[in-house]
């Protein structure tokens, strides 16, 4: 099946500092991408759509200066969080649809912790 | 608007004996119904689909699932579970119209040996 790559796997940073986590879609375009989020032992909570070219759309209660989307090619997506701040540290998915749009496939999560 | 129950939080079943996960949906157009699992601390891999056609979807590993409209679930199945289907599986949903997926809260399956 498709493969969609995360990295880093695991990050740590100070608070008050910037990390940027990347997707990318090894075998396939991505002509759109989503991010969530995942507490632990909890369900996955959409922030944003992604869409090659465009300004990512975010969902309700997401900070978009917060949560920086980029989405350059149809292979890259990038999620930056900015001054993060302990609360912050959660398991970040993304995820990617094929041309057909019928499957999505999410690649292997990243952990962030801010100390 | 488009939701998915997902009504079990534990399943445990012996090794060997069918496993079961049940899931419903509402959505408003047709439905798009998909099974992934999360093994810990990594990503979600996908099992299997139903978009149209055959009620009966097989996916990986032995997994099939069943569409059905009138009862509005997409319940997912194996005969014969093994220890290593012990994981955190994911039922979603979306409509024909949107591309953004919808995720019960997850079941966590425990086989024993």
């Known amino acids: 099946g498709a493969v969609v790559s995360q990295h880093p796997s695991r990050v740590i940073c100070k608070s008050g500092t910037s990390v940027k986590i990347e997707c990318r879609s090894l075998?396939?375009?991505?002509?759109?991408m989503f991010w969530y989020r995942q507490f632990p032992k909890q369900s996955l909570m959409l922030m944003a759509t992604?869409?090659?070219?465009?300004?990512?759309?975010?969902e309700q209660g997401v900070e978009k200066d917060k949560f920086l989307i980029n989405h350059a090619s149809l292979t890259l997506s990038t999620l930056t969080v900015t001054s993060a701040h302990p609360e912050d540290s959660s398991f970040y998915i993304c995820?990617?649809?094929?041309?057909?749009?019928?499957?999505?496939?999410f690649g292997e999560g990243s952990w962030l912790t801010v100390v | 608007a488009q939701s998915v129950a997902q009504p079990e939080d534990q399943v445990n079943v012996a090794e060997g004996n069918p496993l079961t996960v049940k899931c419903t949906y509402s959505?408003?157009?047709?439905?798009?119904l998909f099974w992934y699992v999360q093994y810990p601390n990594r990503g979600l891999q996908f099992l299997l689909k139903?978009?149209?056609?055959?009620?009966l979807v097989k996916g990986s590993y032995g997994f099939e699932a069943e569409f059905n409209k009138s009862q509005t679930s997409f319940h997912l199945k194996k005969p014969s579970a093994l220890v290593s289907d012990s994981a955190l599986y994911f039922c979603?949903?979306?409509?024909?119209?949107?591309?953004?997926?919808?995720f019960g809260a997850g079941t966590t399956v425990t086989v024993r040996a």
């Open positions: 995820s990617a649809r094929d041309s057909s749009g019928n499957t999505i496939y």
């Open positions: 075998d396939f375009q991505a002509t759109t």
């Open positions: 992604s869409n090659e070219g465009s300004k990512a759309t975010y």
């Open positions: 959505v408003s157009g047709n439905p798009y």
């Open positions: 139903y978009i149209t056609g055959d009620n």
């Open positions: 979603a949903v979306r409509d024909s119209n949107d591309y953004k997926l919808s």
